[in-house]
Structures are given as C-alpha cells and as structure tokens.
C-alpha cells in the first residue's frame, strides 16, 4: 500500500459521474435492554459495510495465491456512516476491526457496536404491548451524489420510490431476551431532498418491532390488581353490625395506592397516554371510592332509627317489598300472637284492637314479649271494683299500651335495618359486574392479544434478505 501511494483520507472511485456504492447490512446479536422511562433501546450489532476500492486489486498469482488479505480498518478509507437517532453521544463505531481486502477490490468490513438508539416508546396497552423501534444510519459528510447507500439486499421498491426489505437484519445469531420476543425486523431505504441543497441524502432505517412477554406483569401486577379489586365486592358482602366495612375500603384504596406508585416508576413521564394497566388501576380506585361513600350511606340508613327518622311509604314499599323479589331475598317471618286490648265502659264495650307485627328474625334480636290475647279494662265502673284493682289495672293499661309502642319502634328498627341489608345486596351485584365488565374490557382492548405474529426463530431462514 506504501508503494502504490494509497492514501486512506481520498475516496476511492467509481468512475466518472458515479457515485461509489456502499452496501449495509445489520447483524443483530443481542437485545440487552429497553429502557421504558428513558425510552431508549440497547442492542447489539455487526455492522455490514461493503464496497470497492479499485487501488487495492491485484491478480493472486502474482502473490502466490493470495486472494485476501486482512488490514487494519484504521489504514482504510471508510465510509463515514452514523446513527442517525443516537441517545448516547457516541454516532460512530468504536471498535476498528480489521477489514477483509480480496483481490477484486471488494472490502468486507463488519465491525460490532452497542448502539443506544432513541425509540419512542408507546405505552397505551402496558403491559400487552409491542413497540416499533429503529435505527438509521446515513453517511455525515457524503451526498448521494457521491457516496450511493444500499442495503447489502436488493429489496423491492415501493411507490414512493423507497427499497423495503422485509427481512433486513440478520439474526440467526441472536441471543433472546428473556423480556422481549422479537416479531419482525425490516429495512426500509429512503432518499431525502433537503431546502438547502438539490443533492439526495440517502439514508437506510432499520425497524425492529418487538412484543413484551407478559408473564411476569401478569403474575406480579395484573393478578394481584385483579385480586385486590375482587375485595371490593366483599365489602358489600360483610356485615354492618361487624364494623369493618369502612375498614376494609380504605385498607384497599390504599393498597391499590401503593401499586400505582410503583406504576410510576417504570412508565416515562408523559401526558401524551395512559398505560392499560394505569386505566384498571383507577377504574378500581374509583370503584373502591365510591364504595366508600356507599358503604358510610349504607351504615347511615342501618343505624336510623323512629326518634329521628321517619320512613316514607315508598321506601318501605320498594326496598321492602319490590328490591327483595327483584334481587332474590326472603325476608324470615316470625308469627307472633294477635293481641287486643279493650276499654270497657258501664254503658258497653269499645274496643281498641291492635295487630302484633309479623317480627324478622335477626342475629341476636328477639321478638318482643306477646300481648295477653284478650284484655278488658273496665275504667268506669267503679262500683265492681275498688280503687287499688280499678289503679292496678290502669297501670297494666299503661305497660300494655308502652309495649304496643316499643314493640312498633322496634319494628321500624328492623326494617331500616333491612332496608341497609337489601342496599347492600343492591350493590354488591351492581360493583360486581362493573368489576367484571370493566376488567374484561380494559385488558381484552390490547391489540397484541389479537396479534397473529410469532416471535422469529433463528433456525427459521439462513438468510437475512427476504423481501
């Protein structure tokens, strides 16, 4: 190369008025990481360059056979081609392999790179989601006047005039990642006119479309949400009397706090989408909301009572009568004795009949003590009777008519009781199919459920250029 006069910072030519091929070609080795929150991805490459060099033929019989040599990248020409979308400051290759010179002038030059590569990470369907990311490599200083970029495979070209190949990286030699299944890696070459200038700018992106395997979220974060919602129906389900129902809500609204917050951590802050799993998680906080309040409503109708509350015809007649039938409830009866009481005069009878209530039977509540079936005072006739019987049996009046009353409050008791009981019920049917509906379709909405694609095999072609 001394006595030749090669010189490695002149371009090698292609003829007059031709600009000098360079064919790309991206071998993928490793996938190492995909950074949601600073949405960059870290791969692994061989990068393919090939071109000629008419200074560096020679015939192999004059050197003995030889029909390649292998020299220092470093004391080459080469094409100056960048990634275009670098996240980490380093645009070119670090690591100058040696190149392989054969003796018609071709040059094989596959040096390996860890590129960071920006890729905008969509986060709508997290944790079902698959993601469209790229790199593009273009030559810094060269036009396409002077330096003609290709894809080391013909690939087919479309109508706006750019080269697609369906297959463009190769990788048969690609280590899966244990987080991402690779689903379709295609090469796309595209010419670029800029304001300033009338020459072309080619430039060649490569996609890489990868889909999350889902099993750890879903073991680790979509079935413990789904559980924790479950608890929700529960608080309908447990008793007023017990005095844990509000417990119970706030120990699952704070619960679901916590998953959100480490929700956070691995979305990127933006405004520009929710993630499927960040929408479940507050249409369960706001179910779990508004069990709250439902359940402190719920506590307030169980805990009325006649000296404060008085209940109107309608609410006895549809949360007594109408809701129970609708929702399935049998109201237990129990059959208490008719009792009466009658206010004897001297002239005749008045009667005042008052009909014992069918009472319900509650977890330690009792039915009040019966009436005596038939009991006359005689208030008048004091000429039968002395005084003290005639002020005996005023008193017994008195009890009598105490525990008509007692007995009456007592009833209204029980129904506001069961009129929280039926609200509950209510309620429990109502959030459980809101549950169900809305779980299903929050995460039977993600596209990659419906995705026919498989993830690609090695094995599968031994060839990266398929178009």
């Known amino acids: 190369m001394k006595k030749s006069n090669y010189n490695k910072?002149?371009?090698?030519?292609?003829?007059?008025?031709?600009?000098?091929?360079?064919?790309?070609?991206?071998?993928?080795?490793?996938?190492?990481?995909?950074?949601?929150?600073?949405?960059?991805?870290?791969?692994?490459?061989?990068?393919?360059?090939e071109w000629y060099d008419n200074r560096l033929r020679w015939e192999p019989e004059d050197y003995g056979g030889v029909a390649k040599l292998h020299i220092p990248s470093d004391d080459l020409?080469?094409?100056?081609?960048?990634?275009?979308?670098?996240?980490?400051?380093?645009?070119?290759?670090?690591?100058?392999?040696k190149a392989t010179v054969y003796y018609t002038g071709k040059i094989v030059w596959e040096p390996p790179a860890i590129y960071k590569s920006y890729c905008p990470i969509a986060m709508a369907y997290f944790p079902f989601d698959i993601?469209?990311?790229?790199?593009?490599?273009?030559?810094?200083?060269?036009?396409?006047?002077?330096?003609?970029?290709?894809?080391?495979?013909?690939?087919?070209?479309?109508?706006n005039?750019?080269?697609?190949?369906?297959?463009?990286?190769?990788i048969k030699d690609f280590y899966f990642n244990v987080e991402w299944d690779i689903i379709n890696v295609t090469a796309r070459r595209k010419v670029k006119f800029y304001p300033c200038c009338p020459e072309p700018y080619p430039d060649i992106t490569f996609n890489v479309t990868i889909k999350r395997r889902t099993l750890f979220y879903t073991l680790n974060l979509i079935m413990p949400c789904v559980s924790i919602s479950c608890l929700t129906i529960l608080v309908f389900f447990l008793p007023a009397d017990s005095g844990e129902k509000i417990t119970l809500s706030i120990s699952?609204?704070?619960?679901?706090?916590?998953?959100?917050?480490?929700?956070?951590?691995?979305?990127?802050?933006?405004?520009l989408e929710i993630p499927l799993i960040g929408k479940y998680l507050l249409f369960i906080m706001l179910v779990v909301t508004m069990s709250i309040f439902l359940t402190v409503y719920t506590?307030?109708?169980h805990f009325k009572t006649p000296t404060t509350h008085k209940m109107s015809p309608w609410v006895r007649k549809v949360f007594t009568d109408i809701l129970p039938r609708i929702l399935c409830m049998r109201r237990p009866e129990f059959k208490s004795g008719k009792g009466k009481v009658a206010v004897r005069t001297c002239n005749g009878i008045e009667m005042r009949e008052t009909e014992t209530r069918d009472?319900?039977?509650?977890?330690?509540?009792?039915?009040?003590?019966?009436?005596?079936?038939?009991?006359?005072?005689?208030?008048?006739?004091?000429?039968?009777?002395?005084?003290?019987?005639?002020?005996?049996?005023?008193?017994?009046?008195?009890?009598?008519?105490n525990l008509r009353k007692e007995d009456e409050e007592n009833a209204e008791v029980l129904d506001w009781k069961y009129i929280a009981m039926v609200m509950d019920r209510l309620f429990l049917y109502i959030f459980t199919t809101a549950c169900f509906t809305g779980t299903l379709s929050i995460f039977l909405y993600a596209p990659s459920l419906y995705d026919p694609r498989l993830p690609l095999n090695t094995s599968d072609s031994n060839s990266s250029c398929i178009y």
């Open 9 to 49: 910072l002149i371009k090698p030519a292609a003829g007059k008025q031709n600009p000098l091929t360079v064919k790309l070609g991206l071998r993928l080795s490793q996938l190492i990481d995909v950074s949601e929150k600073n949405q960059i991805m870290i791969i692994s490459v061989w990068l393919m360059h």
């Open 77 to 97: 020409w080469r094409p100056d081609i960048v990634l275009y979308n670098n996240a980490d400051g380093d645009f070119v290759i670090t690591l100058l392999t």
């Open 131 to 159: 993601q469209e990311c790229f790199l593009k490599f273009s030559s810094w200083t060269y036009d396409g006047v002077q330096v003609d970029l290709q894809h080391i495979c013909e690939g087919v070209e479309n109508a």
């Open 161 to 170: 005039n750019e080269k697609i190949i369906l297959r463009g990286i190769d």
């Open 252 to 271: 699952i609204l704070l619960a679901l706090t916590v998953f959100f917050l480490l929700l956070s951590d691995i979305n990127p802050p933006t405004s």
């Open 299 to 301: 506590l307030h109708i």
């Open 359 to 401: 009472w319900q039977i509650y977890e330690n509540v009792h039915p009040p003590a019966e009436i005596e079936p038939d009991f006359s005072v005689n208030v008048n006739c004091t000429s039968k009777y002395s005084p003290g019987v005639i002020e005996a049996l005023q008193g017994v009046k008195t009890i009598a008519d």
